[in-house]
Every structure is written in C-alpha cells, then in structure tokens.
C-alpha cells in the first residue's frame, strides 16, 4: 500500500506545522495571541545601510524598518509605537533616517535602550517623543569613523565634519542635552582604551539629558497609555 501524504488542508496538520513553525522561529510553541494597538519596533544588532553586512552579523536592515513606520501611521488601529534598542549602531545615514522618520510620526512614540544604544543608535533612542533607558544599559558616545578606503583630502574631513554635526543637532533638537556637553562626550579620552568617546551607564544618561528616565517595558506601556490618553502633552 502505498504511503498516503497528509493534506496541508487538514486542520490538524495545519496546526501542527504552525507549531514547528513556532519552534523554528521563536523557540517555543505557543506565542501570546494577543492583537495590541501599541506596534513594537525593534532595532537589534547592526543597523545596516547602503553596504550588506556579512552574514554571520546580527543586523536590522533600514529598508525593512521604513515600511513599519509607514505602517504605523497609516493604520488607524495603531495607536502608538515602542521601539526596543540593543545595537551597536551601525550606518550613520541610515539610522538618521530611521530617526527622522520617528521624530515625524504624528503618534506617540515611546523608545527603550536595553543591552546598549551605542553610537547612532543614540539617534534613533532620542527621536521618539520619550525614552527610557533600563538600569544595566550602556549607551557610547564617540565620533563619526568611516572604514574602508578614505581619499586623504580636505573635502574628506569636511564631509566627515557637515555628517557629524548633523548627528548632533539632530541629538540636541530631540533631547535635553547641551551641544557643548554632547560634543565634549564625544571627544572624552578618559572612559574608552582604543578610542575617545563616553560611555554612559543606565542613570548616566538621565542626569546628562540625553534620555528622559530609567525603566523597564512596565513603563514604557504606561507612558504610552498617557501619551495616547492625553494627546495634548498633558503627560510631559
């Protein structure tokens, strides 16, 4: 007799392949199968820009992220949006505009740096209308390096210059720090062996300015429900 094949339309195989599925991608079986208003974004590992990183690197690819944050504005059953940071940060221009496109939602944005948020990720951390950073995070202030072949000229210093000082205005524009402080983070040579730059620890970010507060995904939640609550900024 010969072996029968089981029918994907079946809903007990269907099931069943959901299941591996799961496990496949999430390793576990079940996932909450709750539909929420708050969409999260997260920005994991390298963000990748204009150059395909190898492939053995945790990276979160721009062109992916933009067509969620158009998502996210145009849906009306989406109320708000929290974005999930642990990155190294990766290609400038990409994540500026990641981070321009966040600053221009027109709905309430709530940002956390867990892990790191490290050099434009510090961008992205700071587009969104309020931050959070939790205890044990570090986030790296350090300035702009290129890799690769530089063309030793001074119109290669001054491209670096006119890109640097984009970052930090755009820093300064969406948080509470001074662009003296920033820029005198930037160029610390105490805190980092190989490389000038500061590095802030969980608090340290909060008193500098440069994040609104230290918390966890409980808070997060609940400044998004004032925020949507109270669209007028009563919350700030």
Request: proline share 6%; glycine share 8%.
């Amino acid at each position: 007799m010969l072996n029968e094949q089981p029918n994907p339309n079946n809903p007990q195989v269907s099931e069943e392949n959901h299941k591996l599925e799961n496990i496949k991608e999430l390793g576990q079986i079940e996932i909450p199968n709750y539909k929420s208003d708050i969409h999260c974004l997260t920005i994991a590992g390298q963000v990748e820009g204009h150059l395909v990183l190898p492939p053995q690197n945790k990276a979160t690819r721009y062109e992916h992220v933009i067509p969620q944050l158009v998502a996210v504005e145009e849906n009306p059953q989406i109320k708000g949006l929290l974005i999930v940071l642990n990155t190294v940060g990766g290609d400038v221009e990409a994540g500026l505009a990641l981070s321009e496109m966040v600053a221009s939602l027109s709905k309430p944005t709530v940002s956390l740096v867990l892990g790191g948020g490290h050099s434009i990720g510090t961008a992205i951390a700071v587009s969104a209308d309020y931050s959070f950073i939790a205890p044990s995070a570090t986030m790296t202030i350090h300035p702009i390096r290129l890799t690769g072949l530089v063309i030793g000229v001074p119109q290669t210093y001054e491209y670096l210059n006119k890109m640097q000082d984009r970052v930090v205005k755009f820093v300064v524009e969406h948080s509470h720090i001074s662009e003296e402080s920033f820029r005198d983070m930037m160029f610390q040579t105490k805190d980092l062996a190989q490389d000038i730059g500061t590095v802030l620890v969980g608090r340290d970010a909060v008193e500098c300015g440069l994040i609104d507060g230290v918390g966890g995904l409980q808070q997060c939640i609940e400044k998004i429900r004032l925020m949507i609550d109270n669209p007028e900024g009563v919350w700030q």
